[in-house]
């Protein structure tokens, strides 16, 4: 291990230090006003250093200390980073990103979508198409944020909540025995000012999140063929609403914020999103990005607005891996002080693990010990199950309200666009469901629908479907619609070389019936 310099951030220099160590030496820390420590110790305990890190390589021009990580070191920080650097890019693009269909434009926001979600959407892998979403993107640094919506006439809603540590907390639920009336949420963190999760008057339930900025995702099954009651569920969800603390015990609306004359359209917003985006460090477009590009400084932002557990495992370790490269919790990011990486290493190996995860969603022994295990709370994950959930789709449900099986060809071979496939289940065979089920297709190596002139991307009883005369059902994913199969049951495909991929989801699962329901097979149309 290289020699490392530590230096106090105090102002005191009575109290400034220097830390020189190796895994040769025993450190030394040499303290100004130590007793028979001179200035001129001092001095030459530094250029000791200096020509320590000349001698092996590891200081830069600059001084900055060059990181030597082996290959297994390497996986080790890309695995243990996987969780916090998707959910840094999925929370900032829905609160910040123009260019998502789904953003919030800003934090303390919601958004309701009242549109399936189509091909235009990128922020994020695997989204669904078969509920609505309405997304509040929250900001508790500076005192709680409140979600205020009313009752639903839906079989289904969750509220899922989620911090860039991709721990998944469910609040409320239909199953829950939650939305059949108007509901007040609060959220805090440890870091939130001025709060320490005292009761409020008429807030039906306090939640304390780990993370500061966290995704608070409204899922309402909109029951599109009834008319009435999706007018019902889209009137509710454009209701909902986020206030601060302040603004909910004040009882007043958001103050009226007034544009110059003949001021561009939208320019109060995009204000607002620039002077907000320079506070954070840059997200990635893909996951790959922040791996190669600035992976120190977002994991400095993460660890500033996480709450880690002294007794957890997962949480210490993650630490322990990133303070000899300069990144502790509490810092500011200083480009100087913390270690040069190699970008292109760490996002060839965040690829490589990448496509091994997705490998896994073929192996139906892996899928059956693993998919009741996804998207649960701090506390209930391994670091296995943490990295295929933000590799294969992020903030996805547990199993409680959602189940998530990937579908395997009947040959075990991955599915290609270079061919046609059916996807035949009888009536017995239909998911285990207790609300609704629904069959989505992407693209493999992206996770996004596929784009098509229907906008056709699921099956199911909200992206539309047709039951046959027995009660069953054949999805067939092709480039051309068979004949005499139904509109509703045929998933487009764009013919050429590419992975693609169909996700089962199954809402308020019957779970005993889970344990013994085989997922379905594809079969490949010769």
């Known amino acids: 291990m290289p020699p490392s ?61 060059a990181a030597k990580l082996d290959p297994a070191q390497i996986e080790e920080i890309v695995r243990r980073s996987y969780q916090y650097v998707a959910m840094y890019n999925v929370n900032n693009k829905f609160a910040m990103d123009p260019a998502n269909p789904m953003s919030t434009g800003g934090w303390n926001k919601v958004r309701a979508n009242t549109a399936l979600a189509d091909h235009t959407l990128k922020a994020i892998a695997r989204p669904n198409n078969d509920t609505l979403y309405a997304a509040a993107m929250l900001d508790l640094r500076d005192e709680p944020v ?8 839906s079989v289904y809603v969750s509220l899922m909540a989620t911090g860039y540590d991709h721990y998944v907390n469910i609040p409320m639920s239909t199953g829950q025995g939650d939305f059949s009336k108007p509901s007040r949420i609060l959220f805090y963190s440890k870091r939130t000012r001025s709060y320490e999760g005292e009761k409020v008057e008429g807030i039906d339930k306090t939640v304390e999140m780990t993370g500061d900025f966290i995704s608070a995702i409204y899922r309402v099954m909109p029951h599109i063929a009834a008319p009435d009651r999706l007018k019902r569920n889209l009137e509710a969800m454009q209701s909902i609403k986020v206030k601060t603390l302040t603004q909910y015990k004040a009882k007043t609306r958001r103050r009226l914020r007034v544009l110059p004359w003949n001021s ?14 320079a506070e954070f460090p840059a997200f990635g477009k893909t996951d790959f990005d922040v791996f190669e590009n600035n992976l120190l400084e977002v994991m400095q932002f993460v660890f500033n607005h996480t709450t880690f557990d002294p007794d957890d495992e997962l949480d210490q370790k993650l630490l322990a891996i990133y303070a000899p490269l ?31 995860e997705l490998a896994k969603t073929t192996d139906p022994k892996i899928v059956k010990e693993n998919v009741l295990g996804l998207f649960q709370p701090k506390g209930r994950m391994t670091l296995e199950r943490l990295v295929f959930q933000s590799v294969s789709g992020p903030i996805g449900q547990p199993a409680s ?36 089920w629904s069959a989505t297709l992407y693209n493999t190596e992206n996770g996004f629908f596929i784009p098509n002139d229907r906008k056709k991307y ?26 005499g199969v139904p509109e509703e049951n045929w998933l487009p495909i764009n013919r050429g070389d590419d992975g693609i991929d169909i996700v089962m989801r199954i809402y308020a699962p019957d779970l005993e019936r889970y344990k013994n329901w085989p997922p379905p097979k594809v079969e490949r149309v010769k």
Request: hydrophobic share 40%; glycine share 10%.
């Open 5 to 65: 310099l530590l230096f106090g951030e105090s102002n005191d220099l009575d109290q400034c230090q220097v830390v020189i160590g190796s895994s040769h030496v025993a450190p030394h820390i040499i303290a100004k006003n130590d007793v028979g420590m001179s200035l001129r110790n001092l001095l030459l305990a530094l250029s000791a250093l200096a020509l320590m890190c000349i001698g092996s390589g590891a200081c830069n021009a600059q001084g900055k200390p």
């Open 146 to 153: 409140i979600l205020e919506a009313p009752a639903f006439d």
């Open 264 to 277: 561009p359209p939208g320019i109060l917003r995009n204000l607002s999103r620039k002077r907000t985006s």
């Open 326 to 356: 300069g990144v502790v919790p509490g810092r500011a990011h200083d480009p100087g002080k913390v270690a040069e990486i190699d970008g292109a290493t760490f996002r060839e190996v965040a690829r490589r693990i990448a496509r091994t």
């Open 401 to 436: 309200e959602a189940v998530y099986p990937p579908i395997a060809t009947t040959d075990g071979s991955p599915m290609n666009a270079k061919h046609d496939y059916v996807l035949r289940m009888k009536k017995k065979d239909l998911p285990p469901a207790k609300a609704f």
């Open 458 to 483: 699921s099956v199911g009883e909200n992206g539309g479907y047709k039951l046959n005369a027995e009660g069953g059902i054949e999805i067939h994913i092709a480039a051309e619609k068979p004949a």
